[in-house]
C-alpha cells in the first residue's frame, strides 16, 4: 500500500492505495480521436503527440489502425520505435490480414500490443457483419489464437458490447480468454448505456466468467448521451481495470469518455474511488492543447479541466471567497493540471537560456534548430507585442514545430481590406526555396488571401473549416488560426499563430495544404467500415 494526500472536500486526506486498484489508461485520442471527422493527424503531430503522452505517463497508446492505411502503418510503426514508456497498440478488426499488418507496426516495440476486435450484438451480427452467432464466436477464438502467436500482449472487445445478450457476452469473452487475451474491453460503442447497468455488466462477467480473474476488464465509452465519464467511472466500480480514454473527449460522433475528466475524478474524489492512475497530471493541459491545435478541433470554454474558463471565477462573490482561500471555489488546483495563471513572462531583452528554461516549465524539450527558430520567432513576437504570454510562447512554439518542415512556405503578404471593395491580397509563396507570386480579390480579405494561395499553388482542395481565436486579451493579442482542407476524401489540418490575423491565415492555409500533400496515400477509415 501507499500513501497519497488527495484534496477530497477541501481537506487534505491520507489515501492508501492498494496496487490492485491501480487503473492503466489506455489513450485512443490518436485511433478512436482521429475518427472524429475532419480530426486527422499527420505522422510528425502523431509522434510529437506520443511524446507528450509517454512524459504524462499514459500506460497504453493506441496509435493507429495499421490496415487502414499506409498513413496509419507508418505511425503506429514509427511511434513504437520511439516510445520506451508506454505500451503502443494497434487496432485490428477479427481478419488475419488486418492482424497481421498490426503485428508488424508494432514489432518495433518495446511493449506491444493488439488489439482484435468484433461486433457481439444482434444487430451488427445481422446487419454489419451478416454473421451468425456461432461463426462470430469461433471468429473471436480464431482471431485472438492467431494475435498471441504473434504478440504476447492481445487485447479482445466486444464491438458494441452493452447492446449484446448477456449469454452470448459471456461466451465469447470466455472463448477470447481460452485463446490467449490478457485484457478484454467491453465498448458501450454507441454510447448507449447507464453507470449502473455497465457497472452491473463487468460485475457479472467478473464472477461468471471463468478464467476472467486471471485477465483485465476494460472500458471504452462513448459520449453520445453525455454519460462517457460517469459509465467509465461506474465500470470502474464494477471491477473494470483499465480506461479507454481520449484527450479533450475526442472520438466517433460525440466521442470517447476525456482522458482528463476521469483521470482528475480518480484523483480529486480518491475517496469515494479508491482507484487511482500512474498520470502525471500537469501534463494535461499542454496535451489538451496540442490535440485541439494540431485536430483544429476548440476546446469549449467551459469544458471541465481543461476548458479556458475551468479556473476563472467571473462572480463577485465567488472572487470574494477565492481571495479569502483558494479551497472556497476551486476543488483541484489549476497547476495540478498544469494550467499556470497566464503569466507574464519576458520582454524583448530575454535571453536564449531564460527562453529555453521557460519552454521546459510549459513542457517543451527542444532540439538545437528547433529552439533557433522559437527564439527568433518570440524575438520578432516581443518586438510586435507588448506583453508576452505563457499562452503565446505555446502558441508560437507549437506553430514553429507544425510548419517547420513545410515545403510551402509563406514569404510575404500585402492586403488592402475595408469598406471600399473589392478586398486583394499580394503574395508570394516559396515552393521548395523557389518564389510564386499571384494576386487575387475576394469576397472580403480572407477570400482574397485564400484565392491568391490557389492562384499561386493550383490544387483541388476544398476548404472544410476556417477559425480564429484569440490566444490572450487584448488588440495586440496573437490570431490562432486553424484552417482544414479536403481533397478527395483526404482531409488536413493546419494552423498557424500571428499578431496579424490575415497573416495568421495564410499561413495555416498553407500548413494545412503541406499537411495534405504529407498524407496523399492515406485513405479515409470509413472505407474499411463494414469488413473485418
Ligand atoms: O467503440 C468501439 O467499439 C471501438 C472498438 C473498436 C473498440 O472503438
Ligand atoms: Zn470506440
Same mark, same amino acid.
Given at each position: 500500500?501507499?500513501?497519497?494526500?488527495?484534496?477530497?472536500?477541501?481537506?487534505?486526506?491520507?489515501?492508501?492505495?492498494? &496496487?490492485?486498484?491501480?487503473?492503466?489508461?489506455?489513450?485512443?485520442?490518436?485511433?478512436?480521436?482521429?475518427?472524429? &471527422?475532419?480530426?486527422?493527424?499527420?505522422?510528425?503531430?502523431?509522434? +510529437?503527440?506520443?511524446?507528450?503522452?509517454?512524459?504524462?505517463?499514459?500506460?497504453?497508446?493506441?496509435?493507429?489502425?495499421?490496415?487502414?492505411?499506409?498513413?496509419?502503418?507508418?505511425?503506429?510503426?514509427?511511434?513504437?520505435?520511439?516510445?520506451?514508456?508506454?505500451?503502443?497498440?494497434?487496432?485490428?478488426?477479427?481478419?488475419?490480414?488486418?492482424?497481421?499488418?498490426?503485428?508488424?507496426? *508494432?514489432? &518495433?516495440?518495446?511493449?506491444?500490443?493488439?488489439?482484435?476486435?468484433?461486433?457481439?450484438? !444482434?444487430?451488427?451480427?445481422?446487419?454489419?457483419?451478416?454473421?451468425? !452467432?456461432?461463426?462470430?464466436?469461433?471468429?473471436?477464438?480464431?482471431?485472438?489464437?492467431?494475435?498471441?502467436?504473434?504478440?504476447?500482449?492481445? +487485447?479482445?472487445?466486444?464491438?458494441?458490447?452493452?447492446?449484446?445478450?448477456?449469454?452470448?457476452?459471456?461466451?465469447?469473452?470466455?472463448?477470447?480468454?481460452?485463446?490467449?487475451?490478457?485484457?478484454?474491453? *467491453? &465498448?458501450?460503442?454507441?454510447?448507449?448505456?447507464?453507470?449502473?447497468?455497465?457497472?452491473?455488466?463487468?460485475?457479472?462477467?467478473?464472477?461468471?466468467?471463468?478464467?476472467?480473474?486471471?485477465?483485465?476488464?476494460?472500458?471504452?465509452?462513448?459520449?453520445?448521451?453525455?454519460?462517457?465519464?460517469?459509465?467509465?467511472?461506474?465500470?470502474?466500480?464494477?471491477?473494470?481495470?483499465?480506461?479507454?480514454?481520449?484527450?479533450?473527449?475526442?472520438?466517433?460522433?460525440?466521442?470517447? #469518455?476525456?482522458?482528463?475528466?476521469?483521470?482528475?475524478?480518480?484523483?480529486?474524489?480518491?475517496?469515494?474511488?479508491?482507484?487511482?492512475?500512474?498520470?502525471?497530471?500537469?501534463?494535461?493541459?499542454?496535451?489538451?492543447? /496540442?490535440?485541439?491545435?494540431?485536430?483544429?478541433? !476548440?476546446?469549449? %470554454?467551459?469544458?471541465?479541466?481543461?476548458?479556458?474558463?475551468? %479556473? #476563472?471565477?467571473?462572480?463577485?462573490?465567488?472572487?470574494?471567497?477565492?481571495?479569502?482561500?483558494?479551497?472556497?471555489?476551486?476543488?483541484?488546483?489549476?497547476?495540478?493540471?498544469?494550467?499556470?495563471?497566464?503569466?507574464?513572462?519576458?520582454?524583448?531583452?530575454?535571453?536564449?537560456?531564460?527562453?529555453? +528554461?521557460?519552454?521546459?516549465?510549459?513542457? /517543451?524539450?527542444?532540439?538545437?534548430?528547433?529552439?533557433?527558430?522559437?527564439?527568433?520567432?518570440?524575438?520578432?513576437?516581443?518586438?510586435?507585442?507588448?506583453?508576452?504570454?505563457?499562452?503565446?510562447?505555446?502558441?508560437?512554439?507549437?506553430? #514553429?514545430?507544425?510548419?517547420?518542415?513545410?515545403?510551402?512556405?509563406?514569404?510575404?503578404?500585402?492586403?488592402?481590406?475595408?469598406?471600399?471593395? !473589392?478586398?486583394?491580397?499580394?503574395?508570394?509563396?516559396?515552393?521548395?526555396?523557389?518564389?510564386?507570386?499571384?494576386?487575387?480579390?475576394?469576397?472580403?480579405?480572407?477570400?482574397?488571401?485564400?484565392?491568391?494561395?490557389?492562384?499561386?499553388?493550383?490544387?483541388?482542395?476544398?476548404?472544410?473549416?476556417?477559425?480564429?481565436?484569440?490566444?490572450?486579451?487584448?488588440?495586440?493579442?496573437?490570431?490562432?488560426?486553424?484552417?482544414?482542407?479536403?481533397? +478527395?476524401?483526404?482531409? =488536413?489540418?493546419?494552423?498557424?499563430?500571428?499578431?496579424?490575423?490575415?497573416?495568421?491565415? =495564410?499561413?495555416? /492555409?498553407?500548413?494545412?495544404?503541406?499537411?495534405?500533400?504529407?498524407?496523399?496515400?492515406?485513405?479515409?477509415?470509413?472505407?474499411?467500415?463494414?469488413? %473485418?
Amino acid at each position: 500500500m501507499t500513501e497519497v494526500v488527495t484534496a477530497a472536500a477541501g481537506a487534505d486526506t491520507v489515501i492508501a492505495q492498494d &496496487p490492485k486498484d491501480r487503473v492503466i489508461v489506455f489513450d485512443t485520442t490518436m485511433r478512436d480521436g482521429e475518427q472524429s &471527422p475532419g480530426a486527422s493527424m499527420s505522422l510528425d503531430e502523431k509522434l +510529437e503527440l506520443a511524446k507528450i503522452l509517454e512524459d504524462m505517463r499514459v500506460d497504453v497508446i493506441e496509435a493507429g489502425f495499421p490496415i487502414a492505411s499506409n498513413g496509419d502503418f507508418e505511425s503506429v510503426r514509427r511511434i513504437s520505435e520511439i516510445v520506451t514508456e508506454s505500451t503502443i497498440c494497434g487496432l485490428a478488426r477479427a481478419g488475419q490480414a488486418d492482424i497481421d499488418r498490426c503485428a508488424e507496426a *508494432i514489432r &518495433p516495440a518495446k511493449r506491444g500490443r493488439i488489439h482484435t476486435f468484433i461486433s457481439t450484438s !444482434p444487430v451488427h451480427m445481422k446487419w454489419k457483419l451478416q454473421m451468425e !452467432p456461432d461463426a462470430v464466436l469461433d471468429m473471436v477464438t480464431r482471431s485472438v489464437s492467431h494475435a498471441r502467436n504473434l504478440c504476447g500482449d492481445v +487485447e479482445w472487445s466486444a464491438e458494441d458490447a452493452t447492446r449484446t445478450e448477456r449469454d452470448f457476452l459471456r461466451r465469447c469473452v470466455e472463448a477470447a480468454i481460452r485463446a490467449g487475451a490478457s485484457t478484454i474491453n *467491453i &465498448p458501450d460503442t454507441v454510447g448507449y448505456t447507464y453507470p449502473s447497468e455497465y457497472e452491473a455488466i463487468f460485475r457479472d462477467l467478473i464472477e461468471n466468467v471463468p478464467g476472467a480473474d486471471g485477465v483485465i476488464f476494460s472500458t471504452h465509452c462513448h459520449n453520445d448521451l453525455g454519460l462517457a465519464v460517469a459509465n467509465s467511472l461506474a465500470g470502474l466500480q464494477g471491477g473494470a481495470r483499465q480506461v479507454e480514454v481520449a484527450m479533450n473527449g475526442m472520438g466517433e460522433r460525440a466521442g470517447n #469518455a476525456a482522458l482528463e475528466e476521469v483521470v482528475m475524478a480518480l484523483k480529486v474524489r480518491g475517496d469515494r474511488l479508491r482507484h487511482h492512475t500512474g498520470i502525471q497530471t500537469q501534463h494535461i493541459t499542454r496535451a489538451s492543447r /496540442y490535440v485541439s491545435a494540431i485536430t483544429g478541433f !476548440p476546446v469549449q %470554454f467551459n469544458k471541465a479541466i481543461v476548458g479556458k474558463n475551468a %479556473f #476563472a471565477h467571473e462572480s463577485g462573490i465567488h472572487q470574494d471567497g477565492m481571495l479569502k482561500n483558494a479551497e472556497t471555489y476551486e476543488i483541484m488546483k489549476p497547476e495540478d493540471v498544469g494550467q499556470g495563471a497566464t503569466n507574464l513572462v519576458m520582454g524583448k531583452h530575454a535571453g536564449r537560456a531564460g527562453f529555453r +528554461e521557460k519552454l521546459k516549465t510549459l513542457g /517543451y524539450e527542444l532540439g538545437q534548430n528547433a529552439l533557433n527558430e522559437a527564439f527568433q520567432r518570440f524575438k520578432d513576437l516581443a518586438d510586435k507585442k507588448k506583453h508576452v504570454f505563457d499562452d503565446d510562447i505555446v502558441a508560437l512554439v507549437d506553430d #514553429a514545430l507544425a510548419s517547420g518542415t513545410d515545403r510551402i512556405q509563406v514569404k510575404s503578404l500585402r492586403v488592402i481590406a475595408g469598406t471600399e471593395g !473589392p478586398q486583394s491580397a499580394d503574395l508570394v509563396l516559396t515552393v521548395d526555396g523557389e518564389d510564386h507570386s499571384a494576386t487575387a480579390t475576394g469576397d472580403g480579405p480572407v477570400d482574397a488571401v485564400f484565392n491568391a494561395i490557389r492562384m499561386a499553388v493550383p490544387h483541388g482542395a476544398d476548404l472544410r473549416l476556417f477559425q480564429v481565436h484569440a490566444v490572450t486579451e487584448g488588440t495586440d493579442a496573437q490570431a490562432q488560426v486553424s484552417v482544414r482542407l479536403e481533397e +478527395e476524401g483526404r482531409i =488536413a489540418t493546419g494552423q498557424a499563430a500571428d499578431t496579424d490575423t490575415l497573416t495568421a491565415s =495564410a499561413k495555416a /492555409y498553407v500548413n494545412a495544404l503541406n499537411n495534405l500533400m504529407a498524407r496523399k496515400d492515406k485513405r479515409p477509415l470509413g472505407a474499411l467500415a463494414s469488413q %473485418f
